[in-house]
């Protein structure tokens, strides 16, 4: 599974690339609200020059010409630009045309299996159903996982599905366990999937022994040196 992270912070996706786990990135509006002293259009490009892997930029328009006038020029920042419409039936609309002309579409805000089928005949390259918000509405949003991922290896569809609205590591495992074929999650819960309470405290203690031990060698190490130098001098030598 691959994991994108859903951020537009910069040092958070730079933070991640370190780590060797980043796949790609996924972007909105709201995302981008939290950041400051850039454009969207500077911020993406920054965002491409960090990963090759997919960058998602989502389209703020509702109509479809409005659509594909700002998805065409976020397709002209960087080859791995990819498209972020919503679904509906604009959406619709404008992937099938971004299709047709070569640029590479998520289609954002899925929340059944049905829409997800849709977006992938209409050409989306990406299908987002949103887990979290699922959840918030006592619905269980792994199953609309699980279903298109059937969906599309039943019928062969060009297209992945990626885990959205990810708010816990519980939802990454669970994404994992569903055969996702991408999971998009925040930079909090990238770094609580990295650490756990025994691995924190093991590695503690691994370093307080190591130390100790070091301690133990130098005054080893330094009595031999004062017993040789307190040793007296053989004649002769």
């Given at each position: 599974m691959k994991i994108f992270l859903d951020t537009a912070d910069i040092e958070e996706i730079r933070t991640v690339a370190r780590w060797g786990v980043l796949d790609g990135v996924t972007t909105n509006p709201s995302l981008f609200a939290k950041t400051s002293g850039s454009s969207y259009e500077e911020v993406?490009?920054?965002?491409?020059?960090?990963?090759?892997g997919p960058v998602s930029a989502e389209v703020v328009a509702e109509d479809v010409e409005g659509?594909?006038?700002e998805g065409?020029?976020?397709a002209k920042l960087a080859p791995n630009i990819v498209v972020k419409v919503p679904m509906s039936e604009?959406?619709?609309e404008a992937m099938s045309t971004f299709a047709e002309e070569g640029i590479k579409t998520n289609c954002t805000l899925i929340f059944t299996a049905n829409q997800g089928l849709l977006a992938a005949k209409a050409g989306a390259s990406l299908l987002s159903p949103f887990v979290g918000r699922l959840d918030d509405i006592n619905q269980d949003g792994m199953i609309v996982i699980r279903e298109l991922v059937e969906i599309v290896a039943i019928h062969e569809l060009e297209t992945e599905v990626l885990a959205a609205?990810?708010?816990t590591?519980?939802?990454?495992?669970?994404?994992?366990?569903a055969g996702a074929h991408v999971a998009t999650l925040p930079f909090k819960v990238l770094q609580q999937m990295v650490h756990h309470p025994?691995?924190?405290k093991g590695i503690k203690q691994f370093r307080a022994d190591w130390d100790k031990t070091r301690e133990a060698l130098a005054e080893q190490s330094q009595q031999k040196k004062q017993e040789v130098a307190a040793a007296p001098t053989q004649p002769g030598s």
């Open positions: 993406l490009q920054e965002i491409t020059k960090i990963t090759s659509m594909l006038n065409r020029a976020f604009e959406g619709l609205s990810i708010r590591p519980v939802h990454m495992t669970q994404a994992a366990l025994l691995t924190d």
